[in-house]
C-alpha cells in the first residue's frame, strides 16, 4: 500500500465509518474492512477501477467526488478521506467545507508543491517543475492547485477548522516506502498528511 | 428485454432443468391484490437450478424482464436447441455460480409462460381471462413469488436479482421484505418509468388494441392480435437497442438485394430484422399479458407506492446490500435514474454500490454477456455470501 496511505489507515479507529473519495481499486478500504472491521464506502470516477473494487468486496459509487458527497446526511461518517486529490479540485474550499459536514473528521494528503527540489528547479531553470511526484507539463497536469504545506495550515485556520493531526513525509520507492520528516518539512517532505476537524469537533 | 439466446460459446451449461408449478390461493382463499381485486386460483411457474444447502443460505431468486419468463438456464432436454434466456451468466462457475447457489425463477403474474395470466381459465366463466384479468402491479408479483418461496420453505435469500422490469421487482423485494433479502442486485433498472418510457409502452398497447383480431381481449378461440403484437415487439425492440448498436449491426444496409424495390416491401436490413423480431415474439407470447406486464411497469413508483412520494423514505427499511449497474447507451433507463435511485439510497445510510458499465448495446447489455458485469455480480454475490456467514 502507497506510504501515506499507510499513515492515513494508521490513524483510523476500529469499528469506525470511513468514505474514501477517489479510492482507487479499494486498496485503503479493503485494508481498513479487514484489519479494523471499518465500514467504508468508497466514491471513483473510473469504470475499471470501481470494477476492480467490487471485486474487492469494496463498497464503492461511480461518480464524481463533488457531486457524490453532496447526498450524504451530516456527520454519516467518523473519517473521510481525500487522498492526493485535494490539487486536482476546482473548488477544493468547498469541498473541504462540504467533506467536514458529512464526516466528523477528515484526512487530506497532498503533493507538497514548496519541496526544496520544486524550488530549484524554478529558481534555476525556469520551468515549471517535474518530478516522480509530479511527472506532468504544464499543459497535460491534472494538478491545478499549487499547495504547500504551510499553504493548508493557514487555510485550516482561516476557515475556522482545527488541525488534529499531522505528518509530512518523503516517499520513495514508487510511494511505497518512505519517512516522516519533522525538521523543516514545508522544505523537505514530498506529502503532507493532515486530520482536520471543525473546531467543535462535530461531535454536538 | 430481447432475445440473444444462443448455448454458451464453452459449451458450460447448467444442464438439464424442468419446469415445475405451485397452485395456490384457492377460492375462498384468494390474494388480494393491489388494486383490491381478489385473485385465485394462481399457479406459478418455476424452475431451480443448483443445490440449496444445509441451512437454506445459499439462495437466489432471479425475477425476469417483460418478456422472459421461468426458463433462466439450461435445457429443458437433451435434443432442446436453446437455454434459457440468462444462459451466460447463470450456470457452474459463471457470474451468478450453481455451483454455490441454489438458484430459483418464476414466470410472472400476468405471464403467460405456465403463471396465472390473462390467457389462464377464469373458474368464474370456465374460459380464459381476457380482460377479466385485473390489472397486477409488480408488488402483486412480487407477493406472489414471496407466496412460492413460503411454499418451498425458503426464509432468507442471499440475493435478488433481476434487469429492467426484473429489477423493479428486485426493489420491491427488498423494501417490501427487508429481513429476507441480505442482497439485491440492480441492472439497467428504474424505481419509476420515465414519461418516454410510458409512451413506448402505451404504443406497443395500442397496437395490440387497435387489432382487428383483439376483440376486446377476448381473442383465445380464433385469430390473435398478432399483427398489434408484432408491432408492439418491433417498438419495444428499437428501445432496447441503441443507435450505435442499430448503426453497427444494419447502418443502411439492404436484405437480400442491390437497388431499392421502390414499394414498401422490407428494403433495409433493420426492417426485415424488425418484421423477423415480431413474428418471432407472436409465436410464443401472448398479447393480454404484453398489456399486463407493461401496465404493471407503467404504475410502478417507488415513491408513490412507498414513501408518500418520498424515495428516500421509500427506501429506509432497506436491509440489503445493493449492488446497482447501468449502461451508458441505455436510453430506456438511463444512468440517471440509476443514480437518482442511489442517492436516495445513500440518504439512508444503506451499503449501496454503484457501476455504470461503458456499453453501446443499449438497454440489453445486461442481458448479453459481458465479462465485467459477470465478474461483479460474482464478486459481490460471494461477498455478500461470506459476510452472511461471518454475521451468523
Known sequence: ?204 | MSEYIEPDRDGISVGQVEKKIHTFAEPPLEIVLESGARLGPITVAYETMGAINADKSNVILIAHALSGDSHVAGYYSEDDPKPGWWDTMVGPGKGIDTNKYFVICSNVLGGCMGTTGPSSENPATGRPYGLAFPVVTIGDIVKVQKELLDHLGIAKLLAVVGGSIGGMQVIEWAISYPEMVASAILLATTTRHSALAISFNEIGRQAIMSDPNFNKGDYYSGAKPDIGLALARMVGHVTYLSDEAMRDKFGRRLQDRDNLSFDFDANFQVESYLRYQGSKFVERFDANSFLYITKAADYFDVGRQHGHDSEVEAFANIKAKILTISFTSDWLYPTYQSRDMVKAMKKNGLDVSFCEIEATCGHDAFLLPNERQSTMINRFLKRVSEEETNAL
Request: net charge neutral.
Open chain 1, 1 to 204: 500500500m502507497r506510504y501515506d496511505l499507510q499513515i492515513i489507515a494508521s490513524w483510523i479507529e476500529p469499528d469506525s465509518r470511513v468514505l474514501d473519495l477517489g479510492c482507487g481499486e479499494g486498496e485503503l478500504l479493503s485494508f481498513l474492512k479487514k484489519e479494523k472491521r471499518v465500514s467504508g464506502t468508497g466514491i471513483e470516477s473510473s469504470e475499471a477501477k470501481v470494477t476492480k473494487c467490487i471485486e474487492n468486496g469494496v463498497q464503492v459509487l461511480q461518480g464524481d467526488i463533488t457531486e457524490e458527497v453532496h447526498d450524504y446526511p451530516d456527520n454519516a461518517f467518523d473519517y473521510v478521506i481525500l487522498s492526493q486529490t485535494l490539487q486536482q479540485v476546482l473548488e477544493p474550499d468547498l469541498l473541504i467545507k462540504e467533506l467536514l459536514r458529512v464526516g466528523k473528521k477528515i484526512i487530506v494528503s497532498f503533493p507538497n508543491f514548496s519541496y526544496w527540489s520544486i524550488r530549484l528547479q524554478i529558481l534555476f531553470f525556469g520551468y515549471a517543475p517535474k518530478n516522480r511526484q509530479l511527472p506532468y507539463e504544464w499543459y497535460n497536469t491534472p494538478n491545478i492547485r499549487i499547495i504547500t504545506i504551510k499553504d493548508f495550515r493557514r487555510f485550516v485556520k482561516e476557515t475556522g477548522c482545527k488541525v488534529i493531526r499531522e505528518v509530512d513525509i518523503n516517499t520513495h520507492s514508487d510511494n511505497l516506502q518512505g519517512n516522516i520528516i519533522n525538521f523543516l518539512p514545508n522544505l523537505r517532505a514530498t506529502y503532507g498528511i493532515f486530520m482536520v476537524s471543525r473546531r467543535n469537533n462535530g461531535e454536538s
